[in-house]
Antibody, heavy 117, light 110 residues
Framework: EEQVVESGGGLVQPGGSLRLSCAAS????????MNWVRQAPGKGLEWISH????????FYADSVRGRFTISRDNAKNSLYLQMNGLRDEDTAVYYC??????????WGRGTLVTVSS | QSVLTQPPSVSAAPGRKVTISCSGG????????VCWYQQFPGTAPKLLIY???KRPSGIPDRFSGSKSDTSATLDITGLQTGDEADYYC???????????FGGGTKLTVL
């Protein structure tokens, strides 16, 4: 079964850092672009970042550029999101999603990040 | 304020048809593929339509997508109570170099 599973969420103080991971299984991870999408409580979907297969293309939303860094390890079938300088407004469920920038065909269940003092 | 504009809510009776619109511009919908996601409360989104009008395996043909100029549409026919969910349109914005989502539309099946 194809799946992606996020981990690493939790409670962090404003200004703090957190590293999210996404473990892929059931498909050839190294042949797919990957993304992070978040959803604040009661709000809509917000795309955060995309990384291409061999990391030649990396894109970020303006809201996180300079603070968040996406990376991947194809040998470990894993996607990462390093989040620094966290703000209250970064509180959200963070989803890992497989696909090119124009559609995401496989989503994880998400991991909750809460930024609060 | 979302780059793509969707109605906050739509409703219709079981068995009827509903249309959800998604309006954008030339840098996004006008020149890139549109996709649609369905999301039930407390669950992850699910790809419903991709490349403007294609359905992934397992998606019923009651769901269809179309696009004209800078607007896209999701049609759902033969509405069922199980279709009650939030629906989001999305595409790539070439000017922003970013994926953009609509604000989402809550479907109520009366």
């Amino acid at each position: 079964e194809e799946q992606v599973v996020e981990s690493g969420g939790g409670l962090v103080q404003p200004g703090g850092s957190l590293r999210l991971s996404c473990a892929a299984s059931g498909f050839t991870f190294g042949t797919h672009g990957m993304n992070w999408v978040r959803q604040a409580p009661g709000k809509g979907l917000e795309w955060i970042s995309h990384i291409s297969v061999i990391t030649t293309d990396v894109f970020y939303a303006d809201s996180v550029r300079g603070r968040f860094t996406i990376s991947r390890d194809n040998a470990k079938n894993s996607l990462y999101l390093q989040m620094n300088g966290l703000r209250d407004e970064d509180t959200a469920v963070y989803y890992c999603a497989r696909g090119p920038v124009w559609n995401f065909d496989l989503w994880g269940r998400g991991t909750l990040v809460t930024v609060s003092s | 304020q979302s780059v793509l504009t969707q109605p906050p809510s739509v409703s219709a009776a079981p068995g009827r048809k509903v249309t959800i619109s998604c309006s954008g511009g030339s840098s996004n919908i006008g020149n890139n593929y549109v996709c649609w996601y369905q999301q039930f409360p407390g669950t992850a989104p699910k790809l419903l339509i991709y490349d403007d009008n294609k359905r992934p395996s397992g998606i019923p043909d009651r769901f269809s997508g179309s696009k004209s100029d800078t607007s896209a549409t999701l049609d759902i026919t033969g509405l069922q109570t199980g279709d009650e969910a939030d629906y989001y349109c999305s595409t790539w914005d070439s000017s922003l170099s970013a994926v953009v989502f609509g604000g989402g539309t809550k479907l109520t099946v009366l």
